[in-house]
């Protein structure tokens, strides 16, 4: 079959015009995509930076927090910003934004346990049950605050250990703040045997508080009878300090206790510091 020159030429025509069409056509339709794509990214940032600046004007509203929902909303602009450009195609958004939510829904099965710590860490940070620097008891945790983080809280142990806890487990269980209220109370406990001069121990006692300034005058330091048997009784000391102090005057008032109670040393070389 020989093929008509006449036809051939029509066809590259035809051809040639409907490329064109279609150039000029999606040549738009990039152009109009494209600066949405611009203008999309400059209204995200801007809508970031104003999120970002106005929680700041909210009392105590936490930066990690304003980080969060700062950078959610500039991702959300930006989904906005992409389903219009596939708009500008000619793609149904509606399915695009129905698959999407179908992927996300799976995504966020897979994710839960990562999603409840996140949804963990923005009731910490808005509720504050502890703050940096505060040393903190959350069941079998406990440790000084150092970072507060959306999956996961970053704490010091006592002995100098590094602890990683998820926000999820702080968040489920009870949590005891040593730091939170400024004071704590302390008990220190002797046994005395019956005949001994309680009341000496008392003032002696009462003398240890009165010479440490670090310890509060109100509440008052106390001293008492915390049990009593046939063999001995059980003497507490009871005082208040502040919470930044507590384990150093624990730590000197325990030391003072034994010197004035458990020193051997007859009482003329205690007297004379000997």
């Given at each position: 079959m020989e093929l008509d020159p006449q036809n051939a030429v029509t066809a590259i025509q035809t051809g040639i015009?409907?490329?064109?069409?279609?150039?000029?056509?999606?040549?738009?339709?990039?152009?109009?995509?494209?600066?949405?794509?611009?203008?999309?990214?400059?209204?995200?940032?801007?809508?970031?930076?104003?999120?970002y600046a106005g929680l700041g004007k909210v009392g105590g509203f936490d930066l990690t927090l304003r980080r969060?929902?700062?950078?959610?909303?500039?991702?959300?602009?930006?989904?906005?910003?992409?389903?219009?450009?596939?708009?500008?195609?000619?793609?149904?958004?509606?399915?695009?934004?129905?698959?999407?939510?179908?992927?996300?829904?799976?995504?966020?099965?897979?994710?839960?346990?990562?999603?409840?710590?996140?949804?963990?860490?923005?009731?910490?940070?808005?509720?504050?049950?502890?703050?940096?620097?505060?040393?903190?008891?959350?069941?079998?945790?406990?440790?000084?605050?150092?970072?507060?983080?959306?999956?996961?809280?970053?704490?010091?142990?006592?002995?100098?250990?590094?602890?990683?806890?998820?926000?999820?487990?702080?968040?489920?269980?009870?949590?005891?703040?040593?730091?939170?209220?400024?004071v704590r109370r302390n008990d220190i406990t002797l046994g005395a045997d019956h005949g001994e001069d309680i009341?000496?121990?008392?003032?002696?006692?009462?003398?240890?508080?009165?010479?440490?300034?670090?310890?509060?005058?109100?509440?008052?330091?106390?001293?008492?009878?915390?049990?009593?048997?046939?063999?001995?009784?059980?003497?507490?000391?009871?005082?208040?300090?502040?919470?930044?102090?507590?384990?150093?005057?624990?730590?000197?008032?325990?030391?003072?206790?034994?010197?004035?109670?458990?020193?051997?040393?007859?009482?003329?070389?205690?007297?004379?510091?000997?």
């Amino acid at each position: 079959m020989e093929l008509d020159p006449q036809n051939a030429v029509t066809a590259i025509q035809t051809g040639i015009h409907q490329a064109s069409a279609l150039v000029v056509t999606y040549s738009f339709s990039v152009l109009g995509a494209i600066l949405l794509l611009v203008i999309g990214y400059i209204v995200a940032g801007l809508v970031e930076r104003w999120l970002y600046a106005g929680l700041g004007k909210v009392g105590g509203f936490d930066l990690t927090l304003r980080r969060f929902f700062s950078k959610i909303a500039r991702y959300a602009v930006l989904g906005l910003v992409a389903v219009m450009v596939l708009g500008q195609f000619g793609i149904q958004t509606a399915s695009v934004i129905a698959a999407i939510g179908a992927v996300g829904l799976a995504i966020g099965l897979a994710l839960q346990g990562t999603l409840q710590n996140i949804a963990a860490g923005i009731m910490l940070l808005a509720l504050r049950p502890l703050r940096i620097g505060e040393y903190v008891e959350v069941g079998s945790i406990s440790g000084t605050v150092e970072e507060i983080g959306l999956f996961a809280t970053r704490l010091r142990a006592a002995d100098g250990v590094y602890v990683l806890a998820p926000n999820s487990t702080l968040w489920t269980q009870p949590v005891k703040n040593y730091t939170r209220n400024g004071v704590r109370r302390n008990d220190i406990t002797l046994g005395a045997d019956h005949g001994e001069d309680i009341d000496r121990m008392r003032k002696s006692l009462m003398a240890l508080t009165a010479n440490d300034k670090r310890i509060l005058r109100d509440p008052a330091p106390q001293v008492f009878a915390s049990d009593l048997t046939d063999e001995s009784m059980a003497i507490t000391l009871r005082y208040w300090t502040s919470a930044s102090d507590f384990a150093a005057v624990k730590a000197d008032l325990t030391m003072g206790t034994g010197e004035l109670f458990y020193d051997k040393k007859p009482a003329d070389q205690q007297a004379a510091g000997i």
